[in-house]
């Protein structure tokens, strides 16, 4: 498998660790509130967040489980996500580093799975989450969190253009319907399906990626020019602010 996207990710990620922990709109949500109760109400012994990126899904769990494991590629970020856990006082938050197409955990090591706005990022997403399932024991849940793509084609096209101008290392926002298929073939079978809207700053969605002003100018020309039915889906403003759809996807594993 080639390293091309391991690469673009750490590269891209790894200098602006300290930004994603302190993300405001990562740090908070719905999605996070649902995550907290079901963990909550649920008691896991053993959780693992895929790609876990700031930490806050780890964080958000961190009180309701026994042990949660913050699982990434880049180091830097394992480094301010640990850091984070340590002020916090989570001392059963441990860090991995490594990728999810290749998890080194053991077959059913763990009775909860969790991932939040990592997917679209994730290099080949079937094995992915084939490992997902492999290290989760059978009959216990996972939850995916992600940005999807909307069904319709135009509308798909904008927000994946817009993303890998801004984040090179962006692979794909999937729909739900490549969601269902693709959780089936890992045999994951899906109980629950939420989709929310995520406002977007701009200015600050392009500041903590750095997006160079080249392509930060051609996301904001490809919005003035893109058609009037997609501006108005993505609810985009006249600073280039927008709303992204965004999901969360409970399952069992089978």
């Excluded at 961190?62 to 856990?85: K, N, Q, R």
């Excluded at 998890?103 to 679209?120: C, K, M, W």
């Excluded at 058609?227 to 965004?246: C, K, Q």
Aim: net charge negative.
């Amino acid at each position: 498998m080639s390293d091309t996207v391991h690469t673009l990710v750490s590269k891209q990620f790894s200098p602006r660790a300290d930004a994603y922990v302190q993300s405001a709109v990562h740090a908070s949500g719905a999605d996070l509130e649902a995550l907290a109760t079901f963990a909550q109400n649920n008691r896991f012994a053993r959780a693992l967040d895929l790609g876990c990126g700031g930490g806050h899904a780890s964080f958000t769990i961190a009180p309701f489980v026994g042990e949660v494991t913050a699982y990434d590629l880049s180091a830097e970020m394992l480094t301010a996500v640990a850091a984070e856990a340590a002020r916090r006082g989570f001392s059963n938050l441990s860090t991995r580093q490594g990728a999810v197409e290749k998890l080194p955990f053991e077959n059913g090591e763990f009775d909860f799975v969790t991932t939040r706005y990592s997917a679209h990022h994730w290099q080949d997403i079937r094995a992915a989450l084939r490992e997902a399932r492999r290290v989760l024991k059978q009959g216990a849940h996972a939850v995916f969190m992600d940005a999807f793509a909307p069904a319709d084609s135009l509308r798909d096209t904008f927000i994946q253009t817009i993303e890998m101008l801004r984040d090179p290392s962006h692979v794909r926002d999937y729909s739900i319907a490549e969601w269902t298929v693709l959780l089936g073939e890992a045999d994951f079978k899906v109980q629950d399906i939420v989709e929310r809207k995520i406002h977007l700053d701009f200015a600050t969605w392009i500041a903590r990626m750095q997006t160079q002003p080249v392509y930060a100018n051609a996301i904001r020309a490809l919005q003035k020019q893109i058609s009037a039915g997609v501006v108005e889906y993505f609810a985009i403003e006249p600073d280039g602010s927008f709303m992204l759809d965004s999901m969360s996807i409970r399952t069992e594993a089978v």
